[in-house]
């Protein structure tokens, strides 16, 4: 076995960003996270680059936006344009066709 990498500078904890997530901390956690599962191993520093108080607050935060989002979403594309769906339907075929 190797011995465990060590968590590199660009990969230091992440701390809740205080009144809203911003693209920047989005960005930097994205960023820690990837610099932490090169090894193709299981992340064995998670814990240290996103403590459990922040990995909390950031699903409940998600979950707070998307109980507020409606599950269909319905689009007008002029003539010229290609719309292409990606998505798990989750057995909802309905959706799709209404």
Do not use: Y
């Not at 660009?10 to 960005?27: D, F, K, L, N, R």
């Amino acid at each position: 076995r190797k011995p465990p990498r060590e968590m590199t500078s660009s990969s230091s904890s992440i701390e809740w960003p205080g009144s809203a997530v911003t693209p920047q901390w989005a960005q930097r956690l994205a960023s820690s996270l990837e610099a932490n599962s090169r090894s193709g191993e299981p992340p064995r520093h998670l814990s240290k680059v996103m403590p459990k108080e922040v990995m909390e607050k950031l699903f409940k935060a998600c979950t707070d936006i998307i109980k507020h989002e409606g599950t269909l979403l319905r689009l007008s594309p002029g003539a010229d344009v290609t719309v292409n769906v990606v998505g798990d339907l989750h057995g909802q075929l309905h959706d799709v066709l209404r």
